[in-house]
């Protein structure tokens, strides 16, 4: 089987899902899987309506009925019959949304935020299949729910592997087109988990691992992986080849044209993984399989942007150890605190971290105690693979460098805007 996986983009509005049936007709459909995202920006729309709830707002039924009338216009857009049964099972979705809405005890923020923002995924996913039956390819609408076991850990869910294999080996029909689900799974109590966000990608690695597929492509609005994102660089360039292994570094230090789960069943298998363009679905696109490590050989370049630089020193001047780094690690974890770059001398200690939950001021209340605590926000971390001269100027130039680390492949500078 091949996996195939769309994004948001590829299915924002009438004419992106359209166009999801016409790559089906350029490339065929038969022993295919589709993992498909939530339509455009339904996630963040979400986030809003999650907001709202727990702030208690007058504005939660508006942001709820933002959500219908954005899919509403999709559905009047593609059927031209509203008593159509899309109209209806779409209908069903939103009643169990707001059903949740109003009888939902627990306090626990990633509990609720799984539960609703699953919305996103289910509702496009029925869409997606209501049309394709219209326009004449049976499908099989998946919940991936029951394919995908998770543990409880909301917001970012780890899979138990024997039971999603099980599930997926005996219930995914071949010869017909399978829609599915990407960035969900459910617990033992099956309760909706999700895999952390952009986690769409990693289900259909889950899948193809799962499946001993032939290849996964994930379909983008690019016309493959490039060496820079073509917003913050001129003259990007395509990747036509790149390794397993370089493409795990790529993803390590945030690309986001592959999400760093996905690489490593598809590696353990060797099934490629290929990068398209929805757009121009012919063309060859980026190769990630076993091989050569890039092709061209090119400086690659990673932008992750709203960071935060946190310089830690010891108040009476003593060496900063093994002993108090440990104890700082245990605190990144426990705060979900994630760490992008290290660097360290006798008595400071500095880490650039992503602080996806707004933990950092807790964090801060208890770093204090023990030390001096500086930080910088909203800085801008660089990463070049394979970098050279020009590439470093490229990254420095009309900017402060607050610091910068060097190593065989790599470099990395932590900046803010002059």
Known sequence: MRVFKFGGASVKDAAGIKNVYDVLQKVGYEDVLLVVSAMGKTTNALEIVIKNYFDKSAELNSSVQEVKKYHNQILMDLFEDDKNEVFAAVNTQFADLEYFLTHNKSPNYNFVYDQIVSYGELISTTILSHFMNFMGIKTQWMDVRNFIKTDANYRDAEVDWELTQKNIAKNVKRKILNITQGFLGSDENNFTTT????????????????????????????PGVMNADPRYFENASLLNQISYREAIEL???GATVIHPKTLQPLQKKEIPLYVKSFINPLLKGTSVSKGVDLEPYLPCFIVKRNQLLISLSSIDFSFIMEENISEIFALFHQFKIKVNLIQNSAISFSVCVEDKFDNFKALNAILSKKFKVEFDENVTLYTIRHFNDKAAQTVEENKVVLLKQVSRETMQVITKEV
Do not use: H, P, Q
């Open 195 to 222: 895999l952390g966000r952009e986690g769409s990608d990693y289900t259909a690695a889950i899948f193809a691992y799962c499946l001993n597929a032939e290849s996964v492509t994930i379909w983008k609005d690019v």
């Open 251 to 253: 993803a390590f230090y």
